[in-house]
């Protein structure tokens, strides 16, 4: 290592000010000094100066290859800049060496649009000790932008046998049912999330779905007034929530839910039919 390299590199931790000075100096006198070039390109990088670092690093290893620390630092700084298909080249030749390499190539992947290639990266990690039960996650998230239902299926399928049944699996698996028209087998897998810590809003919706289709009603109303407390102002919830309410043939408190709204809120003939199904249910059942 060059002496004024060292030098720099030991002020960093002291005396930044200093240090920069003394590398710009350098640079200035010795412009095509590569490891100078990326000694500060690193160094600009891992503090966010980004868009000036990734100018050095870049010129450096036009000058001398750099090696490959510095250089998965400069693919993840252009991913960071939004740079992905400069970034997907720098990844692609440190894969062997860095199993993050084949998950940012997929994320480049992803934000341009190719998502086949991104799928194949994600694959690729199948076998990484630290990255393969994120990788997967995020393939299941493409198959689920995709609406690819039966690749989808078989990926959370995979899920469970290597990484087992966890909240996430559970949870993905419910959607995809719901979405499929298996609302027994969505029931269950919401079911154990029951205890969880997954925020219920992420399913709750989709829950009262298959619960509604299979007429479950009671249940489906337990879910609907937590949804409607939280959102009492929510006009599509409290349609949901009353109609719920006159189909557990409770009528007056599907009245009162209208009332509520109504209160603060314009009454939409949809909700004028519902007062009216309520008040007419409710009329023979207390003659």
């Known amino acids: ?92 030749h440190l894969k062997k060496d860095y199993p993050e390499a084949s998950y940012n190539s997929a994320i480049c992947y992803i934000r341009i649009n190719k998502l086949d290639e991104a799928i194949k990266e994600l694959r690729s990690l199948r076998n990484s000790k630290f990255l393969a039960q994120e990788a997967q996650k995020l393939l299941i998230s493409i198959l689920n932008f995709r609406f690819d239902h039966e690749e989808l299926y078989k990926e959370l399928e995979y899920y469970k046998s290597a990484f087992g049944e966890d909240e996430y699996y559970h949870l993905e698996s419910g959607k995809e049912a719901v979405v499929n028209h298996r609302d027994f087998e969505a029931i269950k897998h919401f079911q154990k999330l029951k205890n969880s810590d997954i925020d219920k809003d992420s399913y709750y919706s989709l829950f009262v779905i298959s619960l509604n289709r299979l007429e479950n009603y009671e249940l489906s109303l337990e879910i609907l007034k937590y949804l409607w407390k939280a959102k009492p102002e929510d006009y599509h919830l409290t349609y949901d929530f009353a109609q719920c309410l006159i189909n557990c043939k409770k009528y007056s408190q599907a009245l009162d839910v209208i009332d509520y709204y109504v209160e603060d809120n314009e009454e939409s003939s949809e909700m004028k039919y519902l007062r009216v199904k309520a008040e007419n249910l409710l009329k023979l059942t207390n003659p």
Do not use: H
């Not at 710009?24 to 690193?42: H, Q, R």
């Open 1 to 92: 290592m060059d002496f004024i390299t060292q030098r720099f590199e030991n002020l960093v931790t002291t005396n930044r000010v200093k240090a920069v000075d003394l590398i710009k100096e350098a640079i200035k006198n010795e412009p095509n000094n590569a490891e100078y070039l990326t000694s500060y390109g690193k160094y600009l990088c891992e503090n966010d100066y980004t868009v000036e670092g990734v100018k050095l690093l870049m010129k450096a290893d036009k000058i001398k290859s750099l090696d490959l620390p510095v250089k998965f630092t400069l693919a993840n700084s252009l991913l960071k800049l939004g740079e992905y298909a400069e970034a997907i080249i720098y990844f692609k």
